[in-house]
T-cell receptor, first 113, second 110 residues
């Protein structure tokens, strides 16, 4: 099976712009979670989608949003970018059942100038 | 909120040596995941532990979850350069949400 894919892999934006990142889960996986990784804060949970519904959300401002499509692919959007949004954004897919394993994609490296 | 503390933060070992990484939780663990990350890349799943006292092994890596379920250890036997990377422990803290430790950076010198 193909693994989790994320596009684009690298992105450079300027402050105030918005950005959309994409994640394609492993075939058959219905849950997609998003994480932000920075040197200062480490890995932090953003939100999780299952069957096109957001089921859980981390402690991030409303500028961070996401959605999931009927084929389980997911996108996350960050509006009004700030310098502090520079990070590695990782998505993880899983079956969506209790105690299953999350499998991570390679990440999208976002740099905000 | 649950916090995971990993020790050591950084480790340099000679090839062939054994090593142990610890992950201590501020609350009872109801599951613990170990991942490995190459710098700037995605996380590679290593093992999942669910029950206190559980121990799992894969190739030269063994992970344990202690009886009181607030600590886990990851042990690598006869380390190789391919083991180099950042090791992260993660605990489930909600629906599909994982809280991670800050990571242990491992370097293996040939």
């Amino acid at each position: 099976k193909a693994g989790v894919t994320q596009t684009p892999r690298y992105l450079i934006k300027t402050r105030g712009q918005q950005v959309t990142l994409s994640c394609s889960p492993i075939s058959g996986h219905r849950s997609v979670s998003w994480y932000q990784q920075t040197p200062g804060q480490g890995l932090q949970f953003l939100f999780e989608y299952f069957s096109e519904t957001q089921r859980n959300k981390g402690n991030f401002p409303g500028r961070f949003s996401g959605r999931q499509f009927s084929n389980s692919r997911s996108e996350m959007n960050v509006s009004t970018l700030e310098l502090g949004d520079s990070a590695l954004y990782l998505c993880a897919s899983s079956l969506g059942v209790p105690t299953d394993t999350q499998y991570f994609g390679p990440g999208t490296r976002l740099t905000v100038l | 909120s649950q916090e995971l503390e990993q020790s050591p933060q950084s480790l340099i070992v000679q090839e062939g040596k054994n090593l142990t990484i610890n992950c201590t939780s501020s609350k009872t663990l109801y599951g613990l995941y170990w991942y490995k990350q190459k710098y700037g890349e995605g996380l590679i799943f290593l093992m999942m532990l669910q029950k206190g006292g559980e121990e799992k092994s894969h190739e030269k890596i063994t992970a344990k979850l202690d009886e009181k379920k607030q600590q886990s250890s990851l042990h690598i036997t006869a380390s190789q350069p391919s083991h180099a990377g950042i090791y992260l422990c993660g605990a489930p803290t909600g629906r599909r949400a994982l809280t991670f430790g800050s990571g242990t950076r491992l370097q293996v010198q040939p």
